[in-house]
């Protein structure tokens, strides 16, 4: 019996990674945020909940893959607005895949080259991983992902950045191919930056729903 279970997982798992191949997803989603910020010099704690919106972009093959991405929104006269986007290269398979990215994070619709409240924008690296499995033949995908926040070189001097995000993720696409797509789940990131003139400390969460389109080779092996 044991020997069955195994070989049952390992065909499972051999079948998961050959229903995969080539894929391109592309959409827009809305960021239920709820936005916690630490004022600079105070030991109080603003905080504001809205809706932001989003886009993403993924390509990826068997092995490697390139992630980009949009946020976008506005907490009214509580909190200034906020401006992110990031850019990942991916390296590995669905299970287990390396995530090497560069962001950038301004708390207004403008960024700059350099860093602190002045320039309005934040430069920083990131290193993650993410997973994603295919669910059968039922059409579901399950997506977890997690990074740590690193500072860059060419900030403004001692301006550091440190912090991490994680996401977790179910997508549905109808069945017979057709490349429509739909998605659920939850994101958590905290940021804290050490320097002047900028919060030192913030966090996002919040409920994730989006749509979008998704071509892929082979997704599952549809009846």
Known sequence: ?????????????????????????????????????????????AQASDGMFAAEVLWRGTSAGLFLRAVSGSFGTQLPDLIQVDARVLLGPRPFTVEVGYGQRAPAFSFSTDSGAASGGIRYGRFGARSA????????????????YLSIVG???????????????ILYQAPRGIPV???AGFRFERMIQMGVGYPPAEELSGLIIGVGFRFASKLVATP
């Open 181 to 183: 797509y739909g998605m």
């Open 155 to 169: 900030n403004t001097s001692g301006f550091e950045i440190s912090g991490f995000d994680a996401e977790t993720m």
């Open 1 to 45: 019996m044991r020997g069955l279970m195994i070989g049952i997982a390992l065909c499972a798992g051999a079948s998961a990674l050959k229903a995969q191949s080539n894929e391109l997803r592309v959409g827009p989603y809305i960021y239920s945020a709820r936005r916690l910020v630490l004022q600079e010099g105070a030991s109080t704690v």
């Open 133 to 148: 499995l295919v669910l059968g033949t039922s059409g579901f995908q399950t997506y977890l992902d997690g990074g740590m």
